[in-house]
């Protein structure tokens, strides 16, 4: 009877979860630390819903390193973000994301968001390629020289968390495949 009650209590704590708590235990998992450092670490997770890797979720490297960073326009209002995670085994993930009127634009071609993701499965490198899809920006801080207390000087604190889902093609089998996934960006300087 305790391990039906136990059983059913998990179960239900797991359906109350939502995506991104789930993907942030992976996260944290994966990573060696506890979910609540989460908050101040740049990473990324997503899972592949079709195809030869159906079902498999990878989550970030260790490493973060902004290649661009922000770029902004004459109207002061931010244009294009570019995030990498610099992996020498797998390979670097690149996520440059566009804005227009301060509106994350969707993945295309022509002017849109474009995220690249390599991974390794089974000791075979993946690399997907954004096709199309979406983008849904949770929370955006972008604090240019505010006062940090603790270095008692100035620091600019920048933190996207976004969510996205979209077709991809796989580079190696030029497979296309639907990914969804979370990404979150921490910078405190």
């Known amino acids: 009877m305790r391990i039906l009650l136990i059983t059913l209590l998990s179960l239900f704590i797991s359906c109350g979860q939502s995506k991104t708590e789930k993907a942030n ?3 944290a998992k ?4 506890e979910k609540e450092e ?5 990473y990324y997770s997503f899972t592949i819903q079709d195809g030869e890797l159906s079902g498999k979720t990878f989550v970030t490297s260790s490493y973060a390193q902004t290649m661009n960073g922000f770029r902004y326009g004459g109207d002061s209002k931010i244009e294009k973000l570019e995030i990498t995670f610099v992996d020498p085994e797998q ?9 227009k009127n301060e509106i994350a634009q969707p993945f295309s071609s022509a002017e849109g968001s474009e995220f690249t993701v390599s991974f390794l499965n089974d ?9 199309s ?3 849904k920006v949770n929370e955006f801080i972008d604090n240019k020289a505010s006062f940090d207390d603790s270095r008692g000087s100035f620091a600019d604190e920048r933190r996207i968390e976004l969510d996205f889902e979209g077709v991809f093609v796989d580079q190696t089998s030029n497979e296309e495949v639907n990914v969804n996934g979370i990404l979150q960006f921490v910078s405190n300087f």
């Open 25 to 27: 235990e992976e996260v």
């Open 30 to 33: 994966s990573l060696g630390i």
């Open 38 to 42: 989460l908050d101040s670490k740049s």
């Open 91 to 99: 390979g670097n993930s690149t996520f440059k994301i566009s804005f």
């Open 133 to 135: 899809g979406t983008i």
């Open 123 to 131: 000791g075979k490198k993946h690399t997907l390629i954004s096709k």
